[in-house]
């Protein structure tokens, strides 16, 4: 138990779906992210939120939206997605200072179908 | 730019064997963080390690150890006398001090560790 909790677990979606994935974490920290990890490709940082205010969209199709609307809880909203969204999508906090280790969430899979 | 290089995509050991991860690094900071993650199948990256850029003593916990060395920017982890539960994606992970706080992630090895 690393103190990031995610949910669901897993989910599979149409890709006319809406769905949302949820993190939460209690550990006091006030930067969180949120990371794609898909088969045979590196992590790919998709936002980064510090204290409630995104600082980082690193290029991510709008078909992904976060809300972050408090220090411990951030989401991912999906909408329309494409299969090759397909993916493990997971969740980090850490201090806003930078020097210390991220926390990450055990992820959603996600299917889409 | 910050790079982190991890050559190994998978590596394969019987149960026992001695194994090291190796982990490159490229940046312009004189001041950083390097970091292990290990990635169980469960999921979630779990942290091991955090070292600072100015400290270059190697360390050892348990069965772990891990290797920094500056002059060729490298930050080698090793596992002694394997087991199964060490199997698991391994990431080695930079991150500059001062302004970002956005940790740059090689692409993992994966090891096996069979019984």
């Known amino acids: 138990e690393t103190g990031v909790t995610q949910t669901p677990r897993h989910l599979v979606m149409g890709m006319t779906n809406k769905k949302s994935l949820k993190c939460e974490q209690h550990?006091?920290?006030?930067?969180m992210y949120w990371y794609k990890q898909s088969a045979k490709k590196p992590l790919e940082l998709m936002f980064v939120?510090?204290?409630?205010?995104?600082?980082e969209n690193n290029s991510v199709p709008s078909r992904f939206s976060p809300e972050c609307p408090n220090s411990s809880h951030l989401f991912l909203h999906l909408h329309t997605l494409q299969p090759e969204d397909s993916a493990l999508y997971l969740c980090?906090?850490?201090?806003?200072?930078?020097?210390?280790?991220?926390?990450f969430g055990q992820g959603t899979r996600l299917t889409v179908v | 730019a910050q790079k982190v290089t991890q050559a190994q995509t998978e590596i394969s050991v019987v149960e026992k064997e001695d194994v090291t991860l190796d982990c490159v690094y490229e940046?312009?900071?004189?001041?950083?963080?390097l970091f292990w993650y290990k990635q169980p199948p469960s999921g979630e990256l779990v942290f091991l390690i955090r070292?600072?850029?100015?400290?270059?003593q190697n360390e050892i916990s348990g069965r772990y150890s891990w290797n920094f060395q500056k002059s060729t920017s490298s930050f080698n982890f090793t596992i002694t006398a394997s087991q199964v539960v060490d199997s698991a994606v391994y990431f080695c992970?930079?991150?500059?001090?001062?302004?970002?706080?956005?940790?740059?992630f090689g692409r993992g090895t994966s090891l096996i560790v069979h019984p």
């Open positions: 980090a906090s850490s201090q806003p200072s930078g020097v210390t280790e991220a926390f």
């Open positions: 550990l006091g920290h006030n930067a």
């Open positions: 939120y510090n204290f409630k205010e995104q600082t």
């Open positions: 940046t312009r900071d004189t001041t950083y963080y």
């Open positions: 070292r600072n850029s100015f400290d270059e």
């Open positions: 992970a930079l991150l500059p001090s001062g302004g970002s706080y956005i940790p740059t």
